[in-house]
């Protein structure tokens, strides 16, 4: 008898994360991916869940001394220093080319007082193409002494909160992991009206030149990413998945799909990849292959039966641990 | 248009005490090529290191389809990739960057290479060779050992000249000294420069001396390759407030666009 061949049912992997609509769970996180056309020779960016793009800040900004980045074991620092040429050159000269492409843009907003935030977040409402706003809370309140907004509950209040004010695109603070109460954190952002959580933004580190006899950054800390921090991304998605409700774009250190099945199981909604994208600048089309490919293989339908699943375990008490 | 590609391994050697060159096939990215463009080879596929490494074009055979790297041994990610053996693969990603300004037949070009900075004047040699350039050769090492080009330099039928620390081949000395010495200005039309940044800074005041227009290619930390992560950042003029992407701006400058560090620090 002839076999028949049945054409495999095709998985839907779109998912709502508060309210933006991806195409499929795996975002490439703001600054590794610079304005998508950077990446278009590797990779068709349309296909990817969303796009979060380079940090924009009112004015343009220069940016830190070299060097920006340096290697670690198993991640790399940057202190890149949010170069960048301002919201106005953002909407006028790359929204429109992603916006034209189909890509889903989610803008990635820094400033250095409340007010900034939310006039950036006032530019940016009501223009075509914007699915989604990052609010990069790891910038330096200048009016609190140079506190970052990320690490204070209360500020992150009321950042999210002017920011909400100003527009009806969907909210999502990026948390700092520099913090000894992620929980908290998250119901500030919570309290404040976030529609989702992004997490985490990179952990500050530094390195140093043995031969220089000085730190290898021209600005002596920078942000740690990669592989490296992938356990602490984990822990922290952990707990906030069960203290709040908001769906969380979860990542830190993402290099192949039981990476971004760990989050998942965590209990975020999507995951973005960062410095991956330099290691593999198809990572984010992969990592869509390989999801569908492990879900077929287990037979499952959608990434709700995985999401949040290894939150139920019950272990106790959760210590600090040793 | 840049690609990547898994490139089949044809040949791996070491050609002295520190240095490598790889062969491999890599059809799509070799037909886009030009001079003074680097490939970003991975060179694990576990996590450390991490990240890519930018290696210049050493020589391409568009034919074969066949990319060859020269690179040195300097820390984990280049001993990693010195393990593998022909017929394994490795991970490319390229042509990337801006490359050399290919000057018009006829005309004379001077390529001065020091150390490992002879690679990208390799390929670029054979390039303007073939387009009907006269072209000269200087290759400054520490002693005859490492002049690895030596054999495709003259392979390609171009004039070279050696200059060594010790003596043992060639001119004995800097090549930078060589330069300012031997070299007659009013019969050099363009110069390209790669090699360590005081030495490039050198050669860049005797063209500016001479009024000969030339171009350098400068190195630094990279992770993207594509002008994506600002990581590569430099700022051309001390004087400057913007920092341009050696990726993608680069890693090619003119010594008109570029202040070149004198000292051995290389601070910035």
Do not use: W
Request: with cysteine.
């Amino acid at each position: 008898m002839r076999k028949e061949s049945v054409p495999e049912e095709k998985l839907d992997l779109s998912v709502n994360l508060g309210g933006i609509m991806m195409k499929n769970p795996v975002a490439v996180a703001s600054g590794t991916f610079g304005y998508g056309r950077e990446y278009e020779d590797f990779v068709n960016i349309a296909d990817i869940g969303a796009v979060i793009v380079k940090g924009t800040t009112l004015e343009p900004r220069y940016g830190n001394p070299a060097p920006r980045i340096v290697e670690t074991p198993a991640g790399m620092l940057n202190a890149i220093g949010l170069e960048n040429p301002g919201v106005e050159v953002f909407i006028n000269e790359h929204l429109p080319y992603l916006c034209d492409r189909g890509v889903t843009v989610i803008a990635n907003i820094a400033g250095n007082t409340i007010d900034e935030y939310a006039r950036i977040a006032s530019i940016l409402e009501g223009k075509k193409g914007i699915a989604g706003i990052e609010l990069n809370i790891s910038c330096p309140n200048v009016k609190e002494g140079g506190l970052q907004f990320g690490v204070d509950p209360d500020m992150v209040y009321q950042v999210v909160k002017a920011v909400k004010a100003e527009t009806s695109i969907a909210v999502m603070p990026k948390l700092s992991p520099n913090v000894s109460d992620i929980v908290a954190i998250a119901r500030a952002a919570e309290a404040g009206g976030a529609d989702a959580l992004s997490m985490i933004n990179t952990l500050m580190g530094m390195a140093v030149d043995v031969e220089k006899r000085k730190p290898v950054l021209g600005n002596i800390f920078g942000g740690l990413s990669g592989p490296a921090i992938k356990p602490v991304a984990l822990r922290m998605i952990y707990q906030v998945y069960q203290a709040v409700k908001l769906p969380i774009l979860g990542g830190g250190g993402i290099l192949n799909c039981t990476d971004a099945l760990e989050f998942i199981l965590v209990g975020a909604t999507a995951v973005s990849v960062g410095t991956g994208n330099f290691v593999n600048p198809s990572i984010a089309r992969d990592l869509v292959e390989d999801i569908e490919k492990y879900l077929s293989a287990h037979g499952l339908k959608s990434l709700e039966e995985l999401r949040g699943a290894a939150t139920l375990t019950d272990v106790g008490s959760q210590t600090q641990g040793e | 248009m840049p690609a990547l590609e898994n490139g089949l391994v044809l040949r791996h050697i070491q050609v002295s005490r520190d240095m490598y060159e790889l062969e491999f096939i890599a059809p799509g990215i070799a037909q886009e090529c030009r001079p003074g463009q680097f490939i970003h080879i991975r060179s694990a596929l576990e996590n450390n290191p991490l990240l890519r490494r930018p290696l210049s074009l050493y020589d391409v055979d568009k034919k074969l389809g066949s990319i060859t790297l020269l690179y040195k041994l300097v820390g984990k990610g280049t001993n990693l990739l010195s393990r593998i053996r022909p017929k394994e693969y490795v991970d490319a990603m390229g042509p990337l960057g801006r490359g050399f300004s290919l000057l018009a037949p006829r005309k004379t070009a001077l390529l001065v290479g020091g150390g490992v900075g002879i690679a990208p004047l390799v390929y670029l040699a054979r390039v303007l060779q073939c387009q009907g350039c006269n072209v000269k050769v200087i290759h400054g090492v520490e002693n005859r050992l490492e002049l690895v080009a030596l054999p495709r330099l003259r392979q390609i039928g171009v004039e070279f000249v050696p200059a060594t620390i010790d003596g043992s081949a060639g001119f004995k000395g800097l090549v930078t000294d060589l330069v300012v010495k031997k070299v007659s200005p009013h019969e050099i039309d363009f110069i390209y420069c790669c090699g360590p940044e005081p030495m490039m800074a050198k050669v860049s005041g005797f063209a500016r001396k001479n009024n000969i227009a030339a171009e350098i290619s400068l190195e630094e930390y990279m992770a993207c390759g594509v002008g994506a992560c600002l990581g590569c950042a430099r700022k051309m003029k001390s004087s400057d407030d913007e920092y341009k992407k050696i990726c993608k701006d680069g890693p090619v400058f003119s010594i008109d666009e570029v202040e070149l560090l004198r000292n051995k620090k290389n601070d910035r």
